[in-house]
Antibody, heavy 121, light 113 residues
Framework: QVQLEESGPGLVKPSETLSLTCTVSGVSISSTYWSWIRQPPGKGLEWIGYVFHSGSTNYNPSLKSRVTISVDTSKNQFSLKVTSVTAADTAVYYC???????????????WGQGTLVTVSS | DIVMTQSPDSLAVSLGERATINCKSSQNVLYSSNHKNYLAWYQQKPGQPPKLLIYWASTRESGVPVRFSGSGSGTDFTLTISSLQAEDVAVYYCQQYYTTPYTFGQGTKLEVK
């Protein structure tokens, strides 16, 4: 049974760095791509980026300059950092598994429960 | 970026009736070399993460009831619930994975009439 669980601070001050970790169980993180997605309260979904077990990444250009996604295969975890946060970064942050075929990541088949991160002083 | 536009924004359907949600992409998401439409559908209930329903535009994920079906190709897609059940009340999203940045529709809120 594939399970993902997000962890990290629920409150971050403006201009500081948001840091979250996703712990994967039930499958090796070396098996596929892993994504972060966020959802502001009452709004839709925004893909943030993905990481492969090799460490290769792809980010949404809307956040690219502020985002880093990394992977720790020894712990079966991957992480998200967003720098210089503002109130606009307040959202539920989800980690998810991307299947892949034909060489590229595809749909998101397993999701964590999500964690609300509020940016406020 | 590929813009995904869903219609309607909200929909009220009687129990047992058909529900139809549309999704239009601003660019073609059909990959010619493998004839696959890079389009997925998700269901999100309040306080829960999205749940995958459909991928490759029309392939039902394992465990998803047969009343859910996906259709369409190129830029126009449809999610159909053949006979609405009370547990289907949710927000539904389409998503393209043809190219990054992967993008979602704005969501369609489905309620019982």
């Amino acid at each position: 049974q594939v399970q993902l669980e997000e962890s990290g601070p629920g409150l971050v001050k403006p201009s500081e760095t948001l840091s979250l970790t996703c712990t994967v169980s039930g499958v090796s993180i070396s098996s596929t791509y892993w994504s972060w997605i966020r959802q502001p309260p009452g709004k839709g979904l925004e893909w943030i980026g993905y990481v492969f077990h090799s460490g290769s990444t792809n980010y949404n250009p809307s956040l690219k300059s502020r985002v880093t996604i990394s992977v720790d295969t020894s712990k079966n975890q991957f992480s998200l950092k967003v720098t210089s946060v503002t109130a606009a970064d307040t959202a539920v942050y989800y980690c998810a598994r991307s299947t892949y075929s034909y060489g590229d990541p595809n749909w998101l088949d397993f999701w964590g429960q999500g964690t609300l991160v509020t940016v406020s002083s | 970026d590929i813009v995904m536009t869903q219609s309607p924004d909200s929909l009220a359907v009687s129990l047992g009736e058909r529900a139809t949600i549309n999704c239009k992409s601003s660019q073609n998401v059909l990959y010619s070399s493998n004839h696959k439409n890079y389009l997925a559908w998700y269901q999100q209930k309040p306080g829960q993460p999205p749940k995958l329903l459909i991928y490759w535009a029309s392939t039902r994920e394992s465990g998803v009831p047969v009343r859910f079906s996906g259709s369409g190709s190129g830029t126009d897609f449809t999610l159909t619930i053949s006979s609405l059940q009370a547990e289907d009340v949710a927000v539904y999203y389409c998503q393209q994975y043809y190219t990054t940045p992967y993008t979602f529709g704005q969501g369609t809120k489905l309620e019982v009439k």
